[in-house]
C-alpha cells in the first residue's frame, strides 16, 4: 500500500491525472449541468456531485498509471 501511495505522488502521475480530470470532468459537468449553470441554478447538491465528476476521472487516471508502473517495473525483473 506505501507502494502504491508512493507512486502515485509521483509528480507525472500527479500531472497527467490532473489533465485528464479537467478533461473528462470538465466535458461530464457541461453534459449534466450545462443548462443549470446558464440559468444560475445550480444547487449545493449539484456542486458536489459536479466535484466528484472531476475526483472520478482523476482517481481512475492515478491507479491506472501506477498499474502501468508496476507492470511495466514487473516485466523489466
Known sequence: MIDFV???YRPAVVRR?????IIVGVII????YF?????GSLSSG???KIIFTFLVP????TVSSVLAINET???RR
Request: charged share 20%.
Open 29 to 32: 459537468a457541461i453534459i449534466n
Open 46 to 48: 449539484d456542486v458536489t
Open 73 to 75: 517495473q514487473r516485466a
Open 6 to 8: 508512493q507512486k502515485a
Open 17 to 21: 491525472a490532473a489533465i485528464m480530470a
Open 58 to 61: 482523476y482517481a481512475v487516471s
Open 35 to 39: 443548462d443549470k449553470m446558464m440559468v
